[in-house]
């Protein structure tokens, strides 16, 4: 932080010490690390240092134990194709801001037999099926 304190502005009936304190700062401060959010007084005139339980690790906020939660990944698919084409994977992402060409999404295209793939910009989503059969008969040559 720079040499000049930042000023509070907290009104009197926050001034207390302890959990709520500390969490309406916590709150204040975009759910800051409880180490920082711990010595702010450091950096903020107004700001009395933190006193009594309501700031350890262990109490995390909601918010914040939600954004700390991650997903598993999926466990991989037991069963592969056995033909070129049995299986496709798309996915078809926008609308984005339009390319040099005036496309606007993407449209990406898998062949699980072959792992063969394709990425297409397009400029509407009614254009994929037409893509896509392309794109279909393309692998079908190359099989």
């Known amino acids: 932080m720079s040499e000049t304190a930042l000023t509070a502005g907290v009104s009197s009936n926050h001034r207390n010490t302890g959990m709520a304190a500390y969490e309406l700062w916590h709150r204040r401060l975009?759910?800051?690390?409880?180490?920082?959010t711990v010595n702010i007084h450091?950096?903020?005139?107004?700001?009395?240092?933190?006193?009594?339980?309501?700031?350890?690790?262990?109490?995390?906020?909601?918010?914040?134990l939600t954004g700390k939660q991650t997903r598993q990944p999926f466990k991989p698919s037991a069963s592969r194709a056995t033909r070129p084409l049995e299986l496709v994977h798309t996915d078809l992402a926008g609308p984005f801001p339009a390319s040099l060409g005036g496309g606007r999404y993407w449209l990406v295209l898998v062949d699980d037999y072959s792992r063969y793939t394709s990425i297409y910009i397009i400029r509407s989503k009614s254009d994929a099926f037409a893509i896509y059969k392309q794109w279909e008969s393309l692998v079908e040559r190359f099989h």
């Not at 975009?30 to 920082?36: D, Q, Y």
């Not at 005139?45 to 914040?64: K, Y």
């Open 30 to 36: 975009a759910h800051l690390g409880v180490s920082s």
């Open 42 to 64: 450091h950096y903020v005139d107004g700001v009395e240092p933190f006193h009594g339980q309501g700031h350890s690790n262990s109490s995390l906020c909601s918010h914040c």
